[in-house]
């Protein structure tokens, strides 16, 4: 009962910011995608820079995470090997250990970076636009 209780508000918990996370970053990309979103470019490229930065830092924290797979001094007995099983299951299992959570949260990282980048896009964009009208009135 307590393992379920530390899996509810750990991994699940992590899981569930994640897709939060991901809606966020999906009306992000809608925004612009409907031209409603643009930034200036200095800001947008230091909103890039700050998120790519962290998915470094989350890269590490990956990295550490996959080492726990691999969990030794616990013994050669079954008992020992079983919570050997468990540290690697909950490092890693393919969608929901922690090194799997950690890429996925490394990856809507550098998205989010990438969006910024879009919006610098539209708003250049948007200003070139507005810089060849007036050119066009001026004539």
């Given at each position: 009962m307590?393992?379920?209780n530390a899996?509810?508000?750990?991994f699940?918990?992590?899981g569930a910011a994640l897709q939060s996370i991901r809606d966020e970053n999906s009306w992000i990309q809608q925004q612009i995608s409907g031209g409603g979103l643009s930034m200036e470019p200095q800001a947008?490229?230091?909103a890039a820079e700050v998120y790519r930065r962290e998915a470094d830092v989350v890269e590490e924290l990956i990295l550490s995470a996959t080492r726990l797979q691999q969990v030794p001094g616990l013994g050669a007995y079954r008992?020992?090997?079983q919570l050997a099983a468990k540290f690697g299951q909950k490092a890693s299992n393919g969608s929901t250990g922690a090194a799997d959570?950690?890429?996925q949260f490394r990856d809507e990282l550098r998205r989010k970076a990438n969006l910024f980048e879009q919006a610098k896009k539209n708003y250049q964009a948007t200003d070139e636009q507005a810089a060849d009208d007036l050119r066009r009135g001026s004539q």
């Amino acid at each position: 009962m307590a393992e379920q209780n530390a899996d509810a508000s750990g991994f699940v918990g992590a899981g569930a910011a994640l897709q939060s996370i991901r809606d966020e970053n999906s009306w992000i990309q809608q925004q612009i995608s409907g031209g409603g979103l643009s930034m200036e470019p200095q800001a947008a490229d230091h909103a890039a820079e700050v998120y790519r930065r962290e998915a470094d830092v989350v890269e590490e924290l990956i990295l550490s995470a996959t080492r726990l797979q691999q969990v030794p001094g616990l013994g050669a007995y079954r008992s020992g090997q079983q919570l050997a099983a468990k540290f690697g299951q909950k490092a890693s299992n393919g969608s929901t250990g922690a090194a799997d959570l950690l890429r996925q949260f490394r990856d809507e990282l550098r998205r989010k970076a990438n969006l910024f980048e879009q919006a610098k896009k539209n708003y250049q964009a948007t200003d070139e636009q507005a810089a060849d009208d007036l050119r066009r009135g001026s004539q």
